[in-house]
């Protein structure tokens, strides 16, 4: 048994500082990036908003682990049950549509890549060219892609409703 | 009032000290009660007027924090709120969490 071997043990890994520091970041941001999750699950303008963060604040860190946890169900329950009983149906089609669009965009890069890196390292490249192959189509998809959908995204702002800023909102908060 | 086991705990954390002002993890943790069953609690109460709210500072902890949210009992809420209590202590599901003692 080399010291290879050895050094990829369970045992090793549990020690190495460096689970040491991801546990350590976990402690200390988790708990905020969860409340922050929480409270972004409910309208803008609620008060929840504030009431989850001011108490957040108040609680020493070894209580603010066990406090988000249980807000979860909270923001799950409340938050996105008053979100959907808001709800806007035609923004939150476009809403999604802009999104949906964005992630085909990154799938269309990454299978495009593939295909074209293919074609020109076999037909015009020889083999040792072939990263300057995929340098050439990453630059070339990219280019297609921001063209596509930024003409797909001007239309699709065109057409969904306008949204209220939330400095607007605030100045005249909903009825 | 329905009687539930959480709001039987609620209601006895409220009337352990029906004058002072409670805060959500606070009571949470009063109560034994989850906060996903404690803030809608609250919202019931403070809708049907038996709580008042607030914000206050809390600068013993954290200075510089932003303001908490706090809920009060109003004069219809401690009488309601007793009664229910009253009730709760007569009824044997609920024995044990209305008479529990609030530390």
């Not at chain 1, 048994?1 to 050895?6: A, C, D, I, K, Y």
């Not at chain 1, 070894?62 to 807000?71: D, G, I, M, S």
């Not at chain 1, 992630?103 to 890196?117: K, R, S, T």
Request: glycine letters at 6%; one cysteine or more; hydrophobic letters at 45%.
């Amino acid at each position: 048994v080399g010291p290879t071997v050895l050094a990829n043990t369970g045992t090793d890994f549990l020690l190495s500082w460096k689970t040491f520091a991801i546990a350590g970041l976990a402690y200390r941001f988790g708990p905020s990036l969860v409340l922050r999750l929480v409270t972004s699950c409910y309208p803008r303008d609620s008060v929840r908003r504030d009431e989850l963060t001011g108490e957040f604040q108040a609680l020493h860190q070894w209580q603010r682990l066990r406090f988000v946890l249980e807000l979860v169900e909270l923001g799950v329950c409340e938050g996105l049950v008053v979100r959907w009983a808001n709800r806007d149906l035609k923004r939150l089609f476009f809403s999604l549509a802009t999104k949906v669009l964005l992630a085909a965009q990154f799938v269309v890069l990454a299978v495009g890549i593939n295909i074209v890196q293919l074609l020109l390292a076999s037909v015009i490249f020889e083999p040792e060219w072939a990263n300057g192959s995929m340098l050439l189509a990453v630059v070339v998809l990219t280019v297609c892609c921001y063209l596509v959908t930024g003409r797909v995204r001007r239309l699709v702002a065109a057409r969904s409703p306008k949204r209220q800023s939330t400095s607007s909102m605030r100045a005249n908060p909903p009825s | 009032m329905r009687l539930t086991h959480a709001s039987v705990a609620v209601a006895n954390a409220f009337m352990s000290e029906p004058w002072d002002d409670h805060y959500g993890y606070e009571l949470s943790r009063r109560a034994r009660v989850r906060s996903g069953v404690l803030y809608p609690i609250l919202e019931r109460w403070l809708q049907q007027g038996w709580l008042r709210d607030g914000w206050a500072d809390h600068p013993e902890q954290r200075p510089q924090g932003p303001p908490r949210r706090y809920y009060q009992l109003t004069d219809i809420g401690r009488r309601e709120l007793g009664q229910a209590l009253d009730v709760a202590r007569m009824d044997p599901r609920f024995g044990v969490i209305a008479w529990a003692p609030q530390y």
